[in-house]
């Protein structure tokens, strides 16, 4: 009998050797690689869309219409672009204990009572497990199919019996082929379980909604090709300590990648949030030094966020601390040697903290003005005028660039009550002036960091 041949994997991101590395090549993960049987059918012959093999003039193919699937989650359908297409895959991916089984037993349900044919595939729980959640959720008597299995043969032959039209898989890692002899969550049983579902997605029109863990670094785990096989990658992020929850779309075949849906979470699940800005404001300090407000983007949407700082001087001698919670390290250490060299703050001798509240992470540099007034609000002791708001990015010379989409962002700051805003001057040179703005909310125009900082009281 002919041996069976073997390569070497990495389980962090897919890298392929002949031989066994102590450090990864591809990720430089230490100890990663790991030994796989290479399975007789290859990963082409086993993703082959329906229709494969014909070949079709354009104007020939017949066109279809776009129908969406709403899961009665508007949030989750505001991600997906307006609700899930018919024989697409979803892969949603997140912290273990963030949300992710829950959000997705909450869409089957509601899929389910809206009468389209549901059958959610549990790998982790048993069906009283299941049960129980949905009698948490509060809709146990709706008609969802369930079934507790992970060998993916058996899961075909049940789903060709039913010919569902939405499938929730949770989780592709606890999903296996027993013919290809390697364990539940391997590099080689991921990438062909994923392969083959997508086959039967595309080949039967089901919508496949798929779990995946992710690593500690936070990328999923198992070989980048998976997000390639997908139609949409969602990531669910938050803090495990905050109720809040954000789902953003990483990839999306059939929509935007700009929107992003907010939850939080109770004991009845993820509920829906409709204002998030008047969330996240609602306990803020009035007149305290070092709350300022930043209106920020979260996708297309504008959300307010209130970023707390913290400079006190350093007790414990040596270097002093730098801590930044909801923000990028290396961009707040950035902004404090701007405080220091152009504004003339004396912080080398100071801890400084930055926390942007409810645990939300800002990624776009429309924070930095926010940020370094935060500081120099809570240096000098002096607050920023409570219906203020602060928006801008702030270069290495100390000038303060424009940002985008401005007038969202004003709006926004508008219906949540401020009268005021620091806004970049080049935001206003090119023609725009706000006019239907300016009734409700005062723009102060600031090209240089010391011009904002003269507006702290």
Same mark, same amino acid.
Not at 242 to 262: P, Q, V
Not at 349 to 366: L, Q, R, T, W, Y
């Given at each position: 009998?002919?041996?069976?041949?073997?390569?070497?994997?990495?389980?962090?991101?897919?890298?392929?050797?002949?031989?066994?590395?102590?450090?990864?090549?591809?990720?430089?993960?230490?100890?990663?690689?790991?030994?796989?049987?290479?399975?007789?059918?290859?990963?082409?012959?086993?993703?082959?869309?329906?229709?494969?093999?014909?070949?079709?003039?354009?104007?020939?193919?017949?066109?279809?219409?776009?129908?969406?699937?709403?899961?009665?989650?508007?949030?989750?359908?505001?991600?997906?672009?307006?609700?899930?297409?018919?024989?697409?895959?979803?892969?949603?991916?997140?912290?273990?204990?963030?949300?992710?089984?829950?959000?997705?037993?909450?869409?089957?349900?509601?899929?389910?009572?809206?009468?389209?044919?549901?059958?959610?595939?549990?790998?982790?729980?048993?069906?009283?497990?299941?049960?129980?959640?949905?009698?948490?959720?509060?809709?146990?008597?709706?008609?969802?199919?369930?079934?507790?299995?992970?060998?993916?043969?058996?899961?075909?032959?049940?789903?060709?019996?039913?010919?569902?039209?939405?499938?929730?898989?949770?989780?592709?890692?606890? !999903?296996?082929?027993?013919?290809? $002899? @390697?364990? #539940?969550?391997? %590099?080689?049983?991921?990438?062909? =379980? +994923?392969? &083959?579902?997508?086959?039967?997605?595309?080949?039967?029109?089901?919508?496949?909604?798929?779990?995946?863990?992710?690593?500690?670094?936070?990328?999923?785990?198992?070989?980048?090709?998976?997000?390639?096989?997908?139609?949409?990658?969602?990531?669910?992020?938050?803090?495990?300590?905050?109720?809040?929850?954000?789902?953003?779309?990483?990839?999306?075949?059939?929509?935007?990648?700009?929107?992003?849906?907010?939850?939080?979470?109770?004991?009845?699940?993820?509920?829906?949030?409709?204002?998030?800005?008047?969330?996240?404001?609602?306990?803020?300090?009035?007149?305290?030094?070092?709350?300022? !407000?930043?209106?920020?983007?979260? $996708? @297309?949407? #504008?959300?307010? %966020?209130?970023?707390?700082?913290? =400079? +006190?001087? &350093?007790?414990?001698?040596?270097?002093?601390?730098?801590?930044?919670?909801?923000?990028?390290?290396?961009?707040?250490?950035?902004?404090?040697?701007?405080?220091?060299?152009?504004?003339?703050?004396?912080?080398?001798?100071?801890?400084?903290?930055?926390?942007?509240?409810?645990?939300?992470?800002?990624?776009?540099?429309?924070?930095?003005?926010?940020?370094?007034?935060?500081?120099?609000?809570?240096?000098?002791?002096?607050?920023?005028?409570?219906?203020?708001?602060?928006?801008?990015?702030?270069?290495?010379?100390?000038?303060?660039?424009?940002?985008?989409?401005?007038?969202?962002?004003?709006?926004?700051?508008?219906?949540? $009550?401020?009268?005021?805003?620091? %806004?970049?001057?080049?935001?206003?040179?090119?023609?725009?002036?706000?006019?239907?703005?300016?009734?409700?909310?005062?723009?102060?125009?600031?090209?240089?960091?010391?011009?904002?900082?003269?507006?702290?009281?």
């Amino acid at each position: 009998m002919a041996r069976k041949k073997t390569i070497f994997m990495c389980r962090e991101c897919g890298y392929e050797t002949r031989k066994w590395m102590g450090r990864c090549p591809g990720c430089q993960a230490w100890n990663s690689v790991v030994e796989e049987l290479v399975p007789d059918q290859s990963l082409e012959s086993a993703f082959r869309p329906a229709g494969a093999g014909e070949i079709k003039r354009l104007g020939d193919i017949d066109s279809l219409k776009e129908e969406r699937l709403c899961t009665g989650i508007n949030e989750l359908d505001r991600v997906l672009g307006g609700g899930a297409v018919p024989g697409s895959a979803v892969l949603v991916g997140g912290d273990p204990g963030i949300g992710k089984s829950t959000l997705l037993l909450q869409a089957a349900l509601g899929l389910a009572g809206q009468g389209y044919s549901v059958v959610y595939v549990a790998g982790e729980e048993s069906l009283q497990q299941i049960k129980m959640r949905s009698e948490r959720i509060g809709q146990a008597q709706v008609p969802l199919l369930v079934l507790s299995e992970t060998d993916y043969n058996r899961i075909a032959d049940r789903l060709l019996d039913v010919l569902p039209q939405v499938v929730i898989v949770d989780s592709i890692q606890t !999903v296996m082929k027993s013919e290809l $002899g @390697s364990v #539940p969550g391997s %590099v080689v049983q991921v990438r062909e =379980v +994923t392969a &083959s579902l997508v086959q039967l997605a595309k080949s039967g029109s089901i919508t496949f909604f798929i779990v995946g863990h992710v690593t500690k670094e936070g990328n999923l785990a198992g070989p980048r090709l998976l997000e390639h096989m997908v139609d949409s990658v969602l990531y669910l992020e938050g803090e495990r300590y905050h109720s809040f929850r954000i789902l953003r779309g990483i990839k999306n075949r059939f929509g935007s990648t700009n929107d992003t849906g907010i939850f939080t979470m109770d004991g009845r699940g993820l509920i829906e949030v409709h204002n998030p800005s008047a969330l996240f404001l609602e306990q803020r300090p009035r007149d305290a030094a070092g709350s300022v !407000v930043v209106p920020t983007m979260e $996708g @297309s949407r #504008p959300l307010m %966020v209130e970023i707390q700082g913290l =400079v +006190t001087p &350093s007790c414990f001698g040596g270097n002093p601390r730098r801590n930044s919670t909801g923000l990028d390290f290396n961009r707040v250490a950035l902004l404090v040697a701007v405080l220091e060299k152009r504004a003339g703050f004396q912080l080398q001798s100071c801890d400084v903290f930055i926390n942007v509240v409810g645990g939300v992470k800002i990624m776009e540099p429309a924070a930095d003005l926010g940020v370094a007034m935060a500081l120099a609000s809570s240096s000098r002791d002096r607050p920023v005028p409570y219906r203020t708001m602060v928006v801008g990015e702030v270069g290495l010379t100390g000038e303060v660039r424009p940002v985008g989409r401005l007038e969202e962002r004003l709006r926004e700051g508008v219906k949540m $009550g401020f009268n005021r805003c620091l %806004v970049p001057r080049g935001n206003l040179a090119g023609g725009f002036t706000y006019e239907t703005i300016r009734k409700d909310l005062d723009l102060a125009e600031v090209s240089t960091l010391a011009q904002a900082l003269d507006f702290i009281e």
